[in-house]
């Protein structure tokens, strides 16, 4: 069993910044992929960032290109995401994913390529 544990949500004014953590403990080995997902009020869960655990290749998704970076450090076993410049339209639960797959930033996209998820860390951005 792989448990993920997020950290560093918080309240923000627009512009800020915050650094979420996703910390990973158990059989990890076979973890290959790991990504950040948010959900909003009464929308779906959607893609914000992936890395592939051994060589480092990132995807992100196009609205947070340039303002967040998903970063990782293997003999931690842990992952982060720098998100800066903030935006309103920023805020939802954040959620740590893992895969013991890797794929394509379409397959990548879809929550379903993950199968283990974190419990959510809440970012608030404020006008």
């Known amino acids: 069993q792989v448990q993920l544990v997020e950290s560093g949500g918080g309240l923000v004014q627009a512009g800020g910044s915050l650094r979420l953590s996703c910390a990973a403990s158990?059989?990890?080995?076979?973890?290959?992929?790991r990504g950040w997902f948010r959900q909003a009020p009464g929308k779906e869960r959607e893609f914000v960032a992936a890395i592939s655990w051994i060589g480092g290749t990132t995807y992100y998704e196009n609205s947070v290109k340039g303002r967040f970076t998903i970063s990782r450090d293997n003999a931690k076993n842990t992952m982060w995401l720098q998100m800066n410049s903030l935006k309103p339209e920023d805020t939802a639960i954040y959620y740590c994913?893992?895969?013991?797959?890797?794929?394509?930033?379409?397959?990548?996209?879809?929550?379903?390529?993950?199968?283990?998820w974190g419990q959510g860390t809440q970012v608030t951005v404020s006008s």
């Open positions: 994913a893992a895969t013991h797959n890797w794929g394509t930033l379409g397959e990548l996209s879809r929550a379903t390529f993950f199968e283990l």
């Open positions: 158990g059989r990890t080995l076979s973890i290959y992929g």
